[in-house]
């Protein structure tokens, strides 16, 4: 079985994927090393680990360069964060993510959000066609990756996001998406909801307000991810340890 075999089988276990997110070789070795089935990148913490802020602002070949660093370290099945794939062109969006499948990634996240000035929703038509298109030139080339679409009524704070979600991941599953991503999901009811809305995978991610994971394999999730959560601590972490050297004026709080 194959890494991307191997990635789509954690999909459909007895147990939710818990996915660690990743920003550098280092992080990813650490989840590795502690026994984690499979990671995928965070955008946000990725590019800030690179001087970058999130919504693509980091350019493509760096984000590629680190994605090849990260696989040639591991040996477990790695997800790419695309954010909305680097480019509003489809041609270019596939392009790019045909490099990323050249690193040897078994998936990407590709969502239908625009973070701009004031962020907005592709409609779904063009979200759907975007992904009819990558789905086309997947089956053409015999290319095998994990397409995690990613909704973002619950991030742009559209009136009713459950009727949202629900209308577009049906759309997204016929489209030829793998799973459905639906971050800010925290509700044990609208989680219910929009499991029995599709036969695809329901991905949620990190929040204060998440139920545990024993509830949310209940609740029918078949993948839990970090997003940047880890990152941001580790960063806390950081500057609590500096900050105890300077009230220290000695290193002896690091042995």
């Known amino acids: 079985m194959n890494r991307y075999e191997q990635f789509k089988q954690l999909h459909y276990q007895s147990t939710p994927l818990l996915i660690g ?46 994605v090849k660093r990260i696989i040639s370290n591991i040996n477990i099945p790695l997800s790419v964060d695309m ?24 998936g990407i996240n590709i969502e239908d959000s625009v973070k701009a000035e004031k962020p907005y929703m592709l409609s779904e038509d063009n979200f759907k066609k975007i992904l009819s298109s990558i789905k086309e030139v997947f089956e053409r080339k015999n290319i095998n990756m994990f397409i995690n679409a990613r909704t973002d009524a619950y991030v742009i704070k559209l009136p009713d996001p459950l009727k949202e979600t629900i209308k577009r991941l049906k759309a997204y599953e016929l489209a030829g998406a793998s799973g459905i991503f639906v971050p800010f999901l925290a509700d044990k009811d609208e989680i219910k909801q929009i499991v029995e809305s599709t036969t695809l995978p329901v991905n949620v991610f990190a929040t204060p307000a998440l139920p545990t994971f024993n509830e949310l394999s209940e609740l029918g999730v078949r993948r839990i991810s970090m997003a940047t959560m880890v990152h941001r601590s580790t960063i806390k972490s950081l500057e609590k340890i500096i900050q105890t050297i300077l009230d220290d004026q000695s290193f002896k709080s690091l042995y």
């Open 83 to 106: 954010e909305g794939g680097y480019s509003r062109n489809i041609e270019q969006i596939i392009q790019n993510i045909e490099s990323i499948y050249e690193t040897g990634a078994v």
């Open 21 to 66: 997110n990743v920003w550098d070789v280092i992080s990813a070795k650490a989840f590795e090393q502690k026994g984690f089935k499979a990671i995928a990148t965070s955008s946000a913490a990725l590019a800030r680990t690179m001087g970058y802020e999130d919504g693509e602002q980091i350019p493509f070949d760096l984000l590629l360069t680190m």
